[in-house]
T-cell receptor, first 114, second 114 residues
Framework: KNQVEQSPQSLIILEGKNCTLQ??????????LRWYKQDTGRGPVSLTI?????NTKSNGRYTATLDADTKQSSLHITASQLSDSASYIC?????????????FGRGTQLTVWP | EADIYQTPRYLVIGTGKKITLECSQT?????MYWYQQDPGMELHLIHY???????EKGDLSSESTVSRIRTEHFPLTLESARPSHTSQYLC?????????????FGPGTRLTVT
């Protein structure tokens, strides 16, 4: 069964600190992995997309890593800001269907305190 | 910021009423999607469309229906709303013809059926 599991479920950090969010997946055949940021009451916004051959990708203070062998990914946030408070969702796309179906994790709810 | 719009943003309605959630995009994307999301849970695909006059049901069974008469417009209709339909509904769109495509999400409609 294709699944995406994220940990921790929730996380509280102080402004300026770093944090790392984890994602494990069982989606096969694998096409790509994405990290989205979803602010409360808004739609998800893409942060990074990585294919099988990429093991790291950065977008400003966000750095995603991918280990396709162990089917694990992480999202590292550097020097957190209050605006980073949001849900971070790991999404994996499969290969082999015209739709390129997306499998969503439940997200990690990050709260940044001043 | 993606050019995809949803109205209304919030809707509180009584049981048995017919409702239509609107979704429009100005990016000329062929593919459009409807997702349902409950608090703290993953997004579930309920409908998608490859283009005009194409609609398909997604992974999660839904009593809603959709139509795609124009490329830019993908409304979702509930003929008789029930409390079990209370949820957040997210619309998305993407380009076709690409293996790795970006899905752009609208801001969502928060539906409450009393």
């Amino acid at each position: 069964k294709n699944q995406v599991e994220q940990s921790p479920q929730s996380l509280i950090i102080l402004e300026g600190k770093n944090c790392t969010l984890q994602c494990n997946y069982t989606v096969s055949p694998f096409s790509n992995l994405r990290w989205y940021k979803q602010d409360t009451g808004r739609g998800p916004v893409s942060l990074t997309i990585m294919t099988f051959s990429e093991n790291t990708k950065s977008n400003g203070r966000y750095t995603a890593t991918l280990d396709a062998d162990t089917k694990q990914s992480s999202l590292h946030i550097t020097a957190s800001q209050l605006s980073d408070s949001a849900s971070y969702i790991c999404v994996v796309s499969d290969r082999g269907s015209t739709l390129g179906r997306l499998y969503f994790g439940r997200g990690t709810q990050l709260t940044v305190w001043p | 910021e993606a050019d995809i719009y949803q109205t209304p943003r919030y809707l509180v309605i009584g049981t048995g009423k017919k409702i239509t959630l609107e979704c429009s995009q100005t990016m000329g994307h062929d593919k459009m999607y409807w997702y349902q999301q409950d608090p703290g849970m993953e997004l579930h695909l309920i409908h998608y469309s490859y283009g005009v006059n194409s609609t398909e049901k997604g992974d999660l069974s839904s009593e809603s229906t959709v139509s795609r008469i124009r490329t830019e417009h993908f409304p979702l209709t509930l003929e008789s709303a029930r409390p079990s339909h209370t949820s957040q509904y997210l619309c998305a769109s993407s380009n076709s013809g690409l293996e790795i495509y970006e899905q752009y999400f609208g801001p969502g409609t928060r539906l409450t059926v009393t």
